[in-house]
């Protein structure tokens, strides 16, 4: 029975680790979507330059979010809701790493758009960016509360998103079509609405463009923001205080 409960102390410690980790890639990926827009629309390079190599922490931590998930599997033989949990946290980790790669992908496009630029889009992108901030933050709490209420509410918000990409698109494509000469600046600013828009939706590959050389491969999702409820609340100063103290 001591062993019995030894075991089982030892596989509530490794969910709270698991747990622990996909917390802290939540959180350095709502600040990664949030300090990419805020580079883009200020033309910061140094803090754009920051999020390029903050992702490598993003990274890192869903290497050992696979690794502990894979361990737990084969040393635990979880079954049931356990084991649910432990594919579920496959998925989200790589779901979260995929939108560091997409704030690390603006971040790399902003010097390209910081100097000259002609097309004021970006306080739209910044507007959209701000709904997916929100959602992702959301998404993470309902995930943390187990609240699947709060989950398909934030599925029925991507419509407003998607509204937004439309818009932006058909702006952009009419300024393109109507000024050749910015082709280029379109295209880029094109390429943030659309990475920005898949950061709430959960795809396996990334969206293929036609109109511009594609970038070094990368694949992300998801975003986060401040919220309301006190239970929530509570979650996101967690989640910062763990990305804190990590470093």
Known sequence: TMASGHTVTAFDDELTRLRGMIAEMGGR??????????????????????????????????????????????????????????????????????IGDYAKNIGKRVPLLS?????????????????VAEMLADVLDAYATRNAELAYAIIER?????DFYDSIFRALVTFMMENPRVITESAHLLFIAKISNGWVTIRPTLPKWSIMSRPAPAPTIASAGPRRSTTRRRATDGRRQSVAGRG
Do not use: C, H
């Not at 033309?43 to 979010?65: F, S």
């Not at 361990?71 to 779901?95: C, F, G, H, T, Y």
């Not at 002609?118 to 701000?130: Q, Y």
């Open 29 to 98: 990926a709502e600040q990664a979507i949030r300090q990419a827009i805020d580079a883009l629309d200020t033309g910061n390079l140094a803090l754009a330059a920051q999020v390029v190599g903050d992702d490598k922490r993003i990274d890192a931590l869903e290497a050992d979010v696979e690794q502990l998930a894979v361990q737990i599997i084969a040393l635990r033989a979880p079954m049931a809701d356990d084991l649910r949990e432990m594919i579920a946290s496959l998925k989200i980790a790589s779901v979260i790493e995929r």
């Open 115 to 131: 100097e000259g630029r002609t097309i004021e889009s970006i306080p739209m992108i910044k507007s959209m960016a701000g709904i």
């Open 158 to 162: 991507d419509r407003s998103v998607d």
